[in-house]
């Protein structure tokens, strides 16, 4: 299984982006998907995670702004990023789970204060 993600980039605070991620190779049916962040210097850190029935969690830094989603026909998942912050910034990676943890390359997001 490779999970690729797009839609990082560079963006002002108070922005907005959308992450993709695609599962591809054998096909699964995953318990859940979602993303996680790496910033300079510090641990990876979950970001947000949508289960196969539709629960979602959210890091309490993110509640009320980012929204992870997923269309489990393609299994893809999605994060809109709203309100943007420069603690926002760092690499962020797309996961996938059944009774393994498949991880993406991970996609840059900066946010410019």
């Known amino acids: 299984v490779q999970l690729q993600a797009s839609g990082g980039g560079l963006v002002q605070a108070g922005g907005s982006l959308r992450l993709s991620c695609a599962a591809s190779g054998r096909r699964m049916s995953f318990n859940s998907m979602g993303w996680y962040r790496q910033a300079p210097g510090k641990q990876r850190e979950l970001v947000a995670t949508v289960g196969r029935g539709g629960t979602t969690t959210y890091s309490d830094s993110v509640k009320g702004r980012f929204t992870v989603s997923r269309d489990s026909a393609e299994n893809t998942v999605y994060l809109q990023m709203n309100s943007l912050k420069p603690e926002d910034t760092g690499v962020y990676y797309c996961?996938?789970?059944?009774?393994?943890?498949?991880w993406g390359q991970g996609t840059q997001v900066t946010v410019s204060s």
């Open positions: 996961n996938a789970r059944t009774a393994l943890s498949f």
